[in-house]
């Protein structure tokens, strides 16, 4: 394994693990003869890799490409995109990955603010860059990928300077909930470090020196896959596969087709596993185990009863580098626990007026390295917002907004929702995430979000927006407004049957829809945007009446 102390920066950590695992492959596209790119799959050693980013760096720096520059990469999950971003951080300029899904006011917002000096763009989507730079007051050079070798030079010329480990080596920007999105600058410790503690974690999750095979579809503008699985693979020798996006109809084809033995995945993706038909492919592949977030406690039983290894749940933030696991048994199957507290990972629950909390209180998490080194291995900041960032770190805690308890007998923690995502109806807490859970098993829902909606009352009710499975919305459409009524009652009855009954649904919505992220969180915040009242949206169905104590 690499050892990070003595390789500082991600250009000569990469030149060492070239150096000791040249033939090994480091990147592997799945084939999908469907896909415009690579349709026959692809696999990089680690030398190939290495001298395509030498080259691409060498271009890079003759156009005078460096230090303190922004480049944005418009690259989607092609190999290009690790390629451009290994070979900029080589030279110390910064990498600032673009969600191939914005639109025009989302690229100028990114253009605006984190200001890069050049756009390297897949040709598809130059039309696009280039409405949006036209409307930016940020103007930056945009080059097509297949032109690259043509690029402009930047208006300044780099600055002298020697990579070190706290240069910036990419600006991150996180979806949120609400209000823009915020840059958070990585730097070159930062994303290393990550590689290195999900590599010594051990336990349930042993990482093999040149025997493990990562399948990871999520997106390269992302931190689980550019950061956290990536330099994992990188420093012990082993291999990312990355698929261009989640199709459950491939899944198990591709993963069995790269022979790989760790999956990554997010908690949508385990439903919609499971609601394919079942299949020899469920059994024949080598995986080790899952390593992700937000698997649904009633489904994930079944889901390793179904397809044979275990779900590991993490816990992490973009602004942290190191995440929680459940890397030693016992694993809580059926839980929201992700795990304890460790060195290099210190907690303190509190409730909303900073004071801590006992063991089996609900709290706020706040996380931190360690008294003396609070910040070590964390985002640099904010990207242009250290008031954001100072607030982030008040006291001396950084303050993650997710809502925990810990376990009063075995210290694991267990997760309850965002602190946004709570729903006070009546002087009780509703988590979200509970009702969503278990809408989620009714065979009828694809996808659902749970909402606060205003009530004159009881303060807040809970709102369900529902997108449907494809049959049952084409017999809502088919059958009107009696059919969509019966659905949402069968929902309803779902719920009340299996919580108490404050926390079923008082409105149901069915949605076409649900906007996610390109990394599949669920944006609440676009499903009603500026509404203040959803209540009073046309096919809005008011279940309240159903819901009564003791009934």
Request: charge should be negative; include cysteine.
């Amino acid at each position: 394994m690499i050892e990070i102390e003595k390789h500082t920066t991600i250009g000569t950590a990469l030149l060492a693990a070239a150096d000791r695992y040249a033939d090994h492959p480091l990147f592997v596209v799945p084939e999908n003869p469907n896909r415009d790119y690579d349709p026959n799959g692809l696999s990089l050693s680690f030398a190939q890799v290495a001298q395509q980013v030498l080259q691409t760096a060498q271009i890079y720096q003759e156009q005078g490409y460096g230090f303190p520059h922004h480049v944005a990469l418009f690259l989607e999950n092609q190999s290009a995109h690790l390629i451009h971003k290994l070979a900029l951080n080589h030279i110390g300029a910064c990498c600032v990955p673009v969600n191939p899904s914005y639109k025009t006011l989302e690229l100028v917002y990114l253009f605006e603010h984190a200001k890069p000096e050049l756009v390297v763009v897949l040709d598809k989507y130059l039309v696009a860059v280039q409405v949006a730079v036209e409307q930016a007051s940020h103007k930056p050079h945009i080059v097509p990928l297949s032109q690259f070798e043509t690029l402009p030079a930047p208006k300044q010329k780099a600055q002298a300077h020697t990579v070190q480990s706290d240069t910036p080596a990419s600006i991150l920007y996180t979806s949120g909930t609400t209000g823009k999105p915020k840059g958070c600058v990585l730097s070159h410790r930062y994303e290393l470090a990550s590689g290195d503690w999900y590599a010594r974690k051990g336990g349930l999750i042993q990482i093999h020196e040149t025997q493990d095979r990562l399948y990871n579809p999520l997106p390269l503008f992302h931190i689980n896959s550019s950061v956290l699985s990536f330099f994992c693979m990188m420093l012990t020798g082993n291999c990312q596969i990355q698929s261009d996006r989640f199709q459950p109809s491939r899944w198990w084809q591709e993963v069995i087709q790269t022979d790989a033995s760790i999956v990554h995945y997010l908690g949508v993706i385990i439903p919609l596993l499971l609601k394919q038909p079942e299949s020899a492919l469920d059994r024949q592949h080598r995986v080790r185990f899952g390593h992700g977030a937000g698997v649904e406690p009633q489904l994930h039983a079944l889901f390793e009863e179904r397809f044979g290894f275990p779900l590991i749940e993490l816990w992490g933030m973009t602004e942290i580098v190191r995440v929680f696991t459940v890397n030693e048994p016992p694993r809580k199957v059926g839980t929201r626990a992700f795990g304890r507290p460790v060195p290099g990972m210190e907690v303190k629950i509190v409730d909303t007026e900073g004071n801590e909390v006992a063991k089996g209180e609900q709290g706020e998490m706040l996380v931190r390295h360690s008294e003396a080194t609070p910040r070590k291995d964390f985002f640099s900041g904010y990207f242009n917002d250290p008031e954001a960032t100072e607030k982030a770190w008040r006291g001396g805690w950084f303050h993650t907004g997710d809502m925990v308890y810990q376990d009063e007998e075995d210290g694991m923690l267990h997760f309850v929702d965002r602190d946004k995502n709570i729903i006070r109806r009546s002087g009780e807490n509703i988590a979200a995430a509970e009702v969503e859970a278990l809408i989620l098993t009714h065979p009828a829902v694809r996808q659902v979000a749970v909402l606060a909606a205003p009530d004159p009352i009881r303060e807040a009710e809970v709102l369900a927006c529902v997108e449907l499975r494809p049959e049952f919305a084409d017999q809502i459409d088919a059958e009107g407004a009696e059919a969509a009524q019966q659905l949402a009652e069968s929902i309803f009855q779902h719920c009340h049957q299996q919580l108490a009954y404050y926390k079923s649904p008082g409105w149901l919505y069915f949605i076409d829809e649900i906007p996610t992220t390109g990394t599949q969180k669920i944006q609440k915040h676009q499903i009603f945007p500026n509404i203040a009242d959803p209540t009073t949206q046309a096919g809005m169905i008011d279940l309240r009446h159903l819901k009564r104590r003791g009934s």
